[in-house]
């Protein structure tokens, strides 16, 4: 019964916010707050270009943890952007771009989009036709193709986060180099996004699209928590030498305020619990081998119960940590000893205050164990 009314109480919360101009009003006050408490000219993360031949893909570090991307043909001068969560940042700096593709209907990837076409009229915005992403001005669907000089993309549907989420693909062939995914919030570092508006099954496919890509193809996910996703994941398989590895490296590039995108599609099959359903090692970590081999388990849930299995895993952490911090706290204060606080607090440090939808699977369980 509580269940059930938990269960409906998300719902209205998720389709006034999601669905509704409600949810406009929410961003707008929180693009207010975070503006206010940490400037205007805050980000998460230092502006870093990545060049190939003549490509150049600009990650924009946006809000709290999202990413926009400009991505450019600087020889034949084409760009467009992805995922305008907040122009503010954009709008003042830039030439009218050929378009903007948004992967999903969330404020947190489209609430600039109307910023933007008050600055640019014409602006063309492209995002899944079954999504009715705000402002977009063209709705796409699975393999529609666009083609702006040599940056060719196909939309790649993807549904589970929201309805008509879109993975854009551009094509690399033109400039000598690797595929781009921008998977907005379907997949990320270490992670995926939490299936809001379809079953985990669903997403799970989605999820399984991307795995038969070439694995050189380059992830660029809509948001900056693979420090966060990498710590459950070697949380989860310590032994995974991959997912530590990357975790060190991950550890690194944030104390420097270094995004850690792209990372590849052979990576993520490395590491990625939730690209990696199937792997007898991830069975074994989540202690559901034994069911799987005696067929306890149908073939068919093996993905789903994974799902459950790695959230109820990021409980556990997020138990632990608070555990750690509240003992270490508890041993400051016994030894007289004074805690000053931070007066730098940077951006990175606030992911208390993002609305849900706009966090991966692992975070939300943690803020689920917060509010415990
Ligand atoms: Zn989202």
């Not at 492209?126 to 001005?137: I, K, N, Q």
């Not at 796409?140 to 666009?146: M, N, Q, R």
Request: aromatic residues 8%.
């Amino acid at each position: 019964m509580g269940n059930r009314l938990g269960s409906c109480v998300f719902k209205c919360g998720y389709t006034l916010y999601a669905d509704t101009c409600i949810g406009r009003c929410i961003h707008d006050k929180y693009i207010d707050a975070f503006q206010k408490e940490f400037g205007e000219n805050a980000v998460h993360s230092q502006l870093t270009p990545f060049a190939f031949n003549d490509l150049l893909i600009l990650p924009i570090p946006v809000l709290t943890s999202n990413y926009a991307y400009l991505v450019a043909d600087v020889c034949d001068n084409n760009f467009v952007l992805i995922d305008v969560g907040d122009a503010s940042l954009i709008k003042n700096v830039l030439f009218e771009p050929d378009a903007i593709l948004t992967t999903h209907k969330h404020w947190d990837h489209s609430g600039g989009n109307k910023a933007m076409r008050a600055t640019f009229p014409k602006l063309k915005i492209y995002g899944g036709a079954l999504d009715r992403v705000p402002d977009s001005t063209h709705g796409v669907y699975d393999g529609d193709v666009l083609i702006f000089g040599r940056l060719k993309f196909t939309a790649m549907w993807t549904p589970g986060h929201t309805k008509g989420h879109i993975v854009w693909r551009l094509h690399g062939d033109k400039f000598g180099t690797s595929d781009c995914l921008f998977t907005g919030d379907h997949l990320m570092l270490a992670g995926c996004g939490a299936a809001f508006e379809g079953p985990v099954k669903q997403l799970i496919r989605s999820l399984n699209l991307l795995k038969v890509l070439p694995n050189d193809t380059l992830v660029w996910p809509g948001h900056e928590v693979g420090l966060e996703n990498l710590q459950l994941a070697a949380f989860i398989e310590p032994e995974n030498a991959c997912a530590v590895v990357k975790l060190v490296w991950a550890t690194t590039q944030r104390e420097a305020m270094l995004c850690t995108c792209p990372s590849t599609l052979g990576e993520e099959k490395k590491y990625n619990p939730f690209l990696r359903t199937n792997d007898e090692s991830l069975w074994k970590a989540l202690g559901i081998y034994d069911n799987v081999k005696k067929k306890t388990l149908k073939q068919d849930d093996i993905g789903s119960v994974c799902f459950e299995c790695i959230i109820a895993k990021a409980m556990d952490m997020r138990r632990l940590r608070h555990t750690i911090e509240k003992t270490n706290e508890s041993g400051e204060e016994g030894t007289g000893q004074q805690v000053e606080a931070e007066s730098n607090v940077d951006a990175r440090k606030d992911t208390t205050t993002a609305p849900d939808c706009c966090r991966p699977i692992a975070d939300q369980a943690t803020t689920k164990e917060t509010a415990r």
